[in-house]
């Protein structure tokens, strides 16, 4: 039986028709390389567009051909993309089509085929990353071990503003991570049923890595 993560308030499941209706098309094996690509990034930018829907506005003066008037802009600092490497670079071209002027970090962890837990190779994040509004993205949310690492690595540069972005998660993830940083939001577009037996996440879409990078 699945876990239940209807308790946890920091989690979000971001079910518009249209990210459902990709993520359909996602899943399926017969989507090659190419189009699975072209959907990562899609989704990711349809999330995005709901996940950033807080972003500080100010007032500014602009002209119109009537008048001049009061209008808001997006206020503060740049917002950080922080992809975990590798397959989380999917989904940032999708979320820089939206933030244009985003800047982009890079963690790279991967998951221990045996133990599956993840091990860190890289870090690099914008300066200064403590005033920044931060989005951690992978698109698989699995034992959580990997978002866990991985925003503890950000908190322990001064990140401070952190929202997690994925596209498919399992109850077990949701809850570890939403557990161990409960000031981070964290948004999926599916909630699947469990992991099996090689923390897979059921039905999942397989291993999202080699399928953006076409690695097997
Ligand atoms: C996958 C996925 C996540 C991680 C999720 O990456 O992209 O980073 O597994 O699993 P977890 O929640 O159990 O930690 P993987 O380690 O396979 O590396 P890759 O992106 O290089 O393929
Ligand atoms: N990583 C993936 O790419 N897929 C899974 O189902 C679990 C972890």
Redesign the pocket.
């Known amino acids: 039986m699945s876990i239940d993560v209807s308790d946890l308030k920091n989690f979000q499941v971001i079910d518009h028709p249209l990210v459902q209706h990709k993520i359909t098309m996602l899943r399926d094996v017969s989507t090659g390389t190419n189009q699975f690509r072209a959907l990562v990034s899609e989704i990711a930018m349809l999330m995005a567009y709901e996940a950033f829907r807080d972003m500080p506005l100010e007032d500014i003066e602009v002209r119109t051909p009537i008048e001049t008037c009061m209008s808001p802009v997006i206020s503060g600092r740049k917002v950080a993309i922080v992809p975990?490497?590798?397959?989380?670079l999917g989904m940032v071209d999708g979320i820089l089509t939206l933030i244009p002027s985003a800047r982009v970090g890079h963690i790279?962890?991967?998951?221990?085929p045996e133990t599956?837990?993840?091990h860190e190779y890289y870090c690099k994040l914008p300066d200064p990353i403590s005033e920044r509004p931060i989005v951690v993205v992978?698109?698989?949310?699995?034992?959580?071990?990997?978002?866990?690492?991985?925003i503890n690595m950000i908190k322990e540069h001064g990140g401070k503003n952190i929202k997690f972005m994925?596209i498919i998660a399992?109850p077990e993830?949701v809850r570890?991570?939403c557990e161990s940083h409960p000031d981070v939001m964290v948004y999926a577009g599916h909630l699947d049923r469990e992991?099996n037996s090689i923390?897979y996440i059921c039905p999942g879409l397989g291993?999202?890595?080699?399928r953006?990078?076409g690695?097997k």
């Open positions: 975990i490497l590798r397959a989380g790279g962890l991967y998951r221990d599956h837990e993840p992978d698109p698989m949310l699995a034992t959580g071990g990997s978002a866990v690492d991985a994925c399992a993830g570890k991570l992991l923390k291993d999202a890595g080699d953006i990078f690695t």
